[in-house]
């Protein structure tokens, strides 16, 4: 595995999943992840 | 040369299973039958990792897309498709190889000696889109559409088919929790059975689940060849004796395509070149 001449493509994408997650916690995405996290996911664990 | 490399690969196992007991530290849930609520469960993390965990103290980033894809407000999921961007321009499939629990449990049952260990069998190539499709129907489609009366989506791919949710979430939770029992039905037998194949499957073929059907793999799968993180080989001195492509559980010719979609960067091509030409 190697940082050597790593493609700039790939550092542009991280930065623009960076803005992406930005956008998506200002509007408010990451409260809703955070709520349905915190309670079980009946779907998840094959009940609900 | 063995020795060698199962010492690699239980140097690997280790930090899985570091990394698995870091992200799942919330030990009170398995006393008590109960989840972690804390404000760390906003964050997502790299593999996939049922939030219903009693142990988890993040959230899985499919199971995130999911919940927001699935509300009857928001629908598009900036954030967790953020994040999992992010990760995989970043390090691609090394998430998969190094830091996914479930990963963990397959490479694990793989180590079970079987006599017909299987490598490839017709149709394997064209069976490995199969987690795109899964991806694009269960993840963003079903959520998005199949709705209810409020417009909301359940989470298809947790629901129907996460066999890391059914051992991670469903089963611990169910053992500790005597209310839940009257509750059970077809859908947590269905969940178990998928989960007992795909355990039983993982003993003759490496990884069933993350070659056929994750589809946090086909995401990152995605960003591997352009990954800031990534194998460069050496043409100079590679010789071709193809040993990387042998040793290649993933069934890919590292020599050919270092940063091939299906890579997980499990590391094996690497130690395995006696030409030292993968870096």
């Not at chain 2, 760390?40 to 142990?55: A, E, F, I, T």
């Not at chain 2, 499709?133 to 209810?148: E, G, H, K």
């Amino acid at each position: 595995m190697s940082f050597l001449r790593p493609p700039k493509i790939g550092f542009l994408i991280a930065a623009a999943g960076l803005l992406l997650m930005g956008l998506g916690i200002y509007r408010g995405e990451m409260s809703m992840v955070w709520q349905k996290a915190i309670n079980i996911c009946m779907e998840c664990i094959g009940i609900g | 040369m063995d020795k060698r490399k199962n010492t690699k690969e239980w140097k690997r196992h280790g930090i899985q299973a570091l990394w698995a007991l870091l992200t799942n530290s919330y030990l009170a849930g398995f006393f008590y039958g109960k989840i972690y609520r804390g404000s760390l469960k906003k964050l997502c993390v790299p593999g996939l990792n049922c939030y219903s965990c009693p142990g988890a103290l993040g959230s899985c980033p499919i199971g995130a897309m999911q919940a927001v894809i699935g509300s009857w407000n928001l629908k598009a999921a900036f954030y967790a498709a953020g994040f999992l961007m992010f990760v995989g321009a970043l390090i691609g499939r090394f998430v998969c190889g190094w830091l996914c629990p479930f990963g963990l449990i397959q490479d694990l049952l793989h180590q079970i000696p079987f006599p017909a260990k299987l490598k490839t069998f017709p149709g394997e190539r064209m069976l490995r889109k199969l987690k795109y499709v899964i991806l694009v129907l269960f993840v963003i489609l079903l959520p998005m559409f199949l709705v209810d009366v409020l417009g909301q989506g359940a989470p298809y791919f947790c629901k129907l088919i996460c066999p890391a949710g059914t051992l991670e979430g469903g089963i611990p939770l169910v053992l500790l929790n005597r209310s839940m029992h009257s509750a059970l039905g077809w859908l947590y037998l269905w969940k178990n059975v998928l989960l007992l194949i795909l355990l039983f499957l993982s003993i003759f073929i490496y990884r069933p689940f993350c070659k056929y059907i994750c589809p946090l793999g086909a995401v990152y799968s995605i960003f591997n060849p352009i990954s800031v993180f990534r194998y460069r080989i050496d043409k100079k001195a590679c010789t071709g004796c193809g040993t990387c492509a042998k040793v290649c559980k993933m069934n890919i010719d590292p020599a050919q395509n270092a940063n091939h979609p299906e890579c997980i960067r499990c590391g094996a091509c690497k130690k395995a070149c006696p030409a030292g030409a993968i870096h």
